[in-house]
DNA sequence: TATAGATTTGTAGAATTTTTAACAATATTG
DNA sequence: CAATATTGTTAAAAATTCTACAAATCTATA
């Protein structure tokens, strides 16, 4: 096994970043790329960026830059896309469809299992070939089918009380829509997506250019 | 006008998770809170919350803490909730549905003013009272109405050029959903929501704690 | 093919930013 | 009024980012 040592916060929360820049070179037909360039349209420097690679293993060649190809494919690993994932989705309101509809998950491994629901008009139907259950059979799915990460889109004490029964069922990796924190235990990892507050900072930055 | 150096990123980004908690306080009917009860209940640091009030003003009073409601209200006023906001969402697919249904924004000063597709089917209709135009009814709209942000639930080339038209009539504030990074002038704020990216750093930590 | 000059990485160390610890100053409480 | 609680703030520690450059490779040319 390959030396583990911590990997910050910092670099992971760009890897994604790094590997959505990549594939739009690709997609170009750009066959190598410095961190110079890149980090010109990235607007990053290029030192970050070299050093964030480095994290994983060098990457790049003196006097040549990166093979882009194959730098895609290396962080696409690191990221774990060439692992299967297999999500249910906890709610099947407006969010929860937007989730299963979007096509860019499914290209890098992301498979949408089931969704569930307390809703009845919902519960029977497909969504983009997802199939919703009443929220009752949650248990029961679980533990019959291999199932890596949650995605939450219910309201926050819900959420609060599905997580523990997840956690409890053996799932450790929860993407939380709700608009609160899970309480779950240190071993669960937690992706939040709290759009208020995001539309908040952005509220922080319109009032107060205002002031000026 | 006050003081107003530099707040760093890192302090903004935390601002929405106190106002959400000492939510909470008031609806539990908390009247004080110290900084170590409230570190407590944010798995933070108590000293890390006095640091990052402080930037703003002294709220608190020694021997006592913080009063929760009045904290509530400054922070409040510091996220610019108080201002009434004007939006509108452009795309009217499940994503931006249910961005103009969630109730939690209205209650901050949130108003969605309108959306916009190119869908004729989705033209016309109205989504929790909000109504849906034409894409091509947009730069009309944006000249006769007053509108501070822009949220972009389209696909990343269309999020590019319509984020672009949008400054140009001079729009500042984007809250991007789009697969991509928008083009645009320095002054022009954006927030993104890149829900692939987060997904993508749940599946790193799970592929990762499988390693071991 | 050999070689000189240009390019570009990987990395050590400096600078900056962010977080945490510690405590004097001050208010509260009984 | 003494004991306790708790802030605001200074200073230290830790984390992150940037600078600078030696080492390695590439490219063009003779």
Redesign the pocket.
């Known amino acids: 096994m390959a030396q583990q040592h911590q990997i910050?916060?910092?670099?992971i929360s760009?890897l994604p970043r790094y590997y959505r820049y990549l594939r739009v070179l690709i997609e170009e037909g750009v066959e190598?790329?410095?961190?110079?360039?890149?980090s010109r349209l990235m607007k990053?420097?290029?030192?970050?960026?070299?050093?964030?690679?480095?994290n994983f293993?060098?990457?790049?060649?003196?006097?040549?830059?990166?093979n882009v190809k194959s730098l895609y494919n290396e962080i696409g690993k690191i990221l774990g896309v060439e692992q299967a994932h297999d999500l249910i989705v906890i709610g099947a309101g407006n969010l929860g469809r937007a989730l299963v509809r979007y096509k860019g998950f499914s290209t890098h491994g992301f498979k949408f299992r089931a969704m569930f629901d307390i809703d009845d008009n919902l519960c029977g139907k497909s969504i983009n070939g997802v199939k919703v259950y009443h929220l009752n059979g949650l248990l029961n799915f679980v533990m019959k089918n291999k199932v890596d990460i949650a995605a939450l889109t219910i309201p926050s004490e819900d959420a609060i009380k599905v997580s523990k029964q997840l956690y409890s069922l053996g799932i450790r990796y929860f993407w939380n829509f709700a608009h609160t924190d899970l309480e779950l235990p240190s071993d669960a990892i937690v992706k939040n997506v709290h759009l208020l507050d995001s539309l908040l900072e952005l509220s922080f930055e319109a009032s107060r250019s205002k002031e000026h």
């Open positions: 910050s916060k910092a670099v760009r190598r790329v410095s961190s110079e360039e890149l990053a420097t290029a030192s970050q960026i070299r050093q964030d690679l480095n293993g060098g990457f790049g060649q003196q006097g040549y830059g990166y």
